[in-house]
């Protein structure tokens, strides 16, 4: 039979599949910009789901506005006002029966549009409300003119916004989504999550809550809708939080059922390195350590991540592994997300394995030219272990055995960075995949362990070393910004040493370098008799070793520094940290900078530097910072303050978006998600592959090849 379009006959079987070329008035130009959102088959559409939603379905008097909200308002405009001060803008004063004045202020407009907004004008707007100067405006509402007297008409239903693209206006694509919508068949066939877990886990119709959150009833919840609370965005969260945890899952089973060289070694030399250290493992080391050697042993890929709170000894851990690899005739590569950070590994891998004759080589992203060919050709050569950055994962590198990777500080990294070092594998040919070890410090709440992390299995480091004291910290306004110096003072004239960290946000390393100098030339006058050094950015890797290691020396009183210290950085004598415009940081950062200090038996400090006046959202996180040592309950705090995305640095590459679940607001879902989820993949994974297909879509098809 010659191919040919869909017609309703034949999108009978599986109206999902069906793609949208097929639905009437979908041509090729809008199905090319369909693709470009994701959407090729109608089921995309079905899935396709608002951001939100706007009210016009009644109108709003301007005297019950208040500011922060979107609403609709009807009023006759009766003053009209074209400014030119800084930017050519338009103000529009509209009233209403209420008899307040509501401004509307354009800053983009034509000549037509101020023409026809005359005195006397009616216009129908809707637009979000904010307080101004000179009281309630909108700026840039979308707005219609209306006739006569005739009646403002306002919508039936809520008005969804739905994600688009360029060259998509919202009627447009709302018109094509109903369209797919008349398509969708009845919940017996829809469902793909068998009715008995639906039973057991009250689940209602998923029918019904793509219908209600496509269309949501003019008497719906709109506080509920706005925040993603109504039951049935929660049916669709639940839908979606199943079907990335089967992804990530069915990810895994694809790296486990690959094959890696057994490290297995005779344990000599991890015997020879623990006699030679100054300090015996903690029991969570022990026991970590044990996890880890049992995994690398097996024939098949390790994906483990090892969370320890900072100063937890998660080194030496990674180290104790690098050397089973070693025993066994395979490379090791250590990756850590900063030059600086990759420069203490270096340095105390050196300091541990070369005794032990083993070969520590060195590749960072400033290692260039006939020192980079030399680095690359010990590598390629077989160098036992090479330290470095994302350098290492560049074009041009390869190993000759590499069966160990471990990645230090994973929430910078993503998941395709993750899989890109794996694809250097040991033997390639042989289809041989290096074992995978990652080291966060910054703990991630169980919630999240559980869903974005279903990919790898989880070690805890729940115990730090003995005779830490925990760090005692305060908040204190910059206007008492002498008396911190002072305190500082005193603390070095007593032998102690102190971090003072700047930490402009400024995008620019320049401006945050010179931030640093400018609080150096500043404590070095106050502190005339003290030593003070300086360390930033814009400072090559040699400098800045020296100056790190005059402060490890104890050479140096006060360590200047911008947030390049910020992981890592390990200096035991260290009891004293003083960060800038703590205000500005989030809570994980701040908690990242504080565990520099706490490292010795010295009882530690560290004091929040603020400007004035404080946000709600700053206020809650230095509360937190002085609650608590608790690396935890910080980044629990953290993901309820910031949302997953930034607790995971994953924002900008997109990895964790979800339609509409948030794994802050439905964590509640998880333990229902993890129980179905393993139902389906042991007994029904077809149906786990339908959701994958349904949610995922074009991404898991392109994951699938
Ligand atoms: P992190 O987990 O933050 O990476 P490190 O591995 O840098 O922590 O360890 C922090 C400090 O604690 C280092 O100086 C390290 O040598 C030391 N250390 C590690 N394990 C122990 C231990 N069991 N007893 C005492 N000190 C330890
Ligand atoms: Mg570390």
């Not at 369909?34 to 009210?55: K, N, S, T």
């Not at 009233?95 to 006397?120: A, C, I, M, W, Y």
């Not at 990759?342 to 290692?367: D, M, N, Y």
């Amino acid at each position: 039979m010659p191919p040919r379009r869909a017609n309703a006959a034949t999108m009978h079987s599986d109206p999902g599949a069906t793609p949208v070329s097929a639905l009437p008035g979908v041509g090729p130009a809008l199905a090319e910009t369909l693709a470009r959102l994701g959407l090729e088959r109608v089921q995309d559409l079905w899935f396709h789901l608002p951001l939100r939603y706007e009210d016009r379905t009644r109108v709003t008097a301007i005297a019950d506005l208040r500011p922060g909200e979107r609403a609709q308002v009807e009023g006759v405009v009766e003053a009209v006002e074209r400014g030119f001060r800084y930017r050519p803008q338009l103000k529009v004063a509209i009233t209403d029966d209420s008899r307040q004045t509501l401004v509307l202020r354009f800053f983009h407009f034509n000549r037509s549009q101020s023409e026809q907004l005359k005195p006397g004008t009616r216009l129908l707007c809707y637009g979000e409300a904010r307080q101004a100067a000179q009281g309630l405006e909108m700026v840039h509402p979308q707005y219609q003119r209306l006739s006569g007297d005739e009646p403002a008409a306002v919508d039936e239903l809520l008005t969804p916004v739905y994600p688009t693209t360029e060259g998509l206006g919202q009627k447009r694509l709302a018109g094509v989504i109903a369209k797919a919508l008349a398509l969708l068949p009845q919940d017996a066939q829809l469902e793909l999550i068998p009715a008995e877990l639906c039973t057991e886990h009250g689940l209602t119709s998923l029918r019904e809550a793509l219908l209600y959150v496509h269309r949501p009833p003019p008497d719906a919840n709109l506080g509920q809708l706005t925040t993603g609370r109504h039951p049935a965005q929660q049916r669709l969260a639940f839908e979606e939080l199943l079907t990335q945890h089967l992804s990530l899952k069915r990810m895994r089973a694809a790296v486990r059922r690959r094959h890696s060289p057994r490290l297995q070694g005779t344990g000599e030399l991890r015997e020879r390195l623990l006699a030679g250290l100054p300090f015996g493992l903690t029991g969570a080391q022990q026991r970590v350590s044990a996890e880890i050697a049992k995994d690398i042993a097996q024939a098949n890929p390790m994906l483990r991540l090892v969370q320890g709170d900072v100063g937890s000894g998660k080194t030496i851990v990674a180290a104790l592994a690098a050397l089973a690899a070693v025993e066994s005739g395979q490379q090791v590569a250590l990756m850590a997300p900063t030059e600086l950070l990759a420069e203490q590994h270096r340095h105390h891998f050196t300091h541990w394995l070369t005794p032990l004759g083993i070969e520590v080589a060195w590749l960072a992203g400033k290692v260039t030219g006939k020192a980079r060919q030399q680095a690359l050709q010990r590598v390629a050569s077989g160098a036992h272990v090479v330290i470095g950055t994302h350098a290492l994962m560049q074009e041009g590198v390869s190993f000759a055995q590499l069966g160990l990777v471990i990645v230090d500080e994973q929430h910078r990294f993503g998941v395709q960075q993750r899989l890109s070092l794996r694809d250097k594998g040991a033997d390639h040919e042989a289809g041989l995949v290096p074992h995978q070890l990652v080291l966060t410090a910054t703990p991630i709440p169980r919630t999240l362990a559980m869903s974005a992390y279903a990919d790898l299995d989880v070690s805890s480091i729940d115990e730090l070393p003995p005779g830490r004291t925990p760090v005692q910290t305060i908040a204190i306004s910059n206007a008492r910004r002498f008396d911190v110096i002072e305190r500082i003072h005193a603390a070095c004239l007593e032998g102690r040493q102190a971090y003072w960290v700047c930490t402009l946000i400024e995008e620019s390393e320049q401006l945050r370098a010179q931030a640093a100098e400018v609080a150096h030339a500043e404590l070095s006058a106050a502190l005339s008799d003290c030593r003070i050094g300086l360390i930033h950015g814009r400072m090559k890797p040699k400098e800045k070793q020296v100056v790190m290691d005059s402060f490890k020396a104890g050479e140096l009183s006060v360590l200047v520094s911008t947030t390049v210290i910020e992981v890592g950085v390990d200096v035991p004598n260290a009891s004293l940290m003083v960060i800038e415009n703590s205000e500005r940081l989030g809570l994980a950062q701040l908690h990242q900078l504080r565990g520099r200090v706490g490292r010795g038996a010295i009882a530690s400090n560290c004091v929040l530097l603020y400007q004035p006046p404080l946000g709600q959202l700053a206020r809650e996180r230095l509360q937190v910072m002085r609650d608590t040592n608790d690396g935890f309950r910080i980044a629990e705090k953290d993901l309820e303050l910031r949302g997953p995305g930034e607790v995971l640095g994953t924002r900008q590459t997109g990895q964790l978006s979800f339609r509409i679940a948030d794994l802050s607001r439905d964590a509640h879902l998880l333990p229902a998600v993890q129980q179905v989820g393993e139902q389906l993949l042991a007994h029904h994974p077809q149906q786990a592959e339908g959701l994958i297909a349904r949610w995922i879509g074009a991404a898991a098809r392109y994951a699938h090849a």
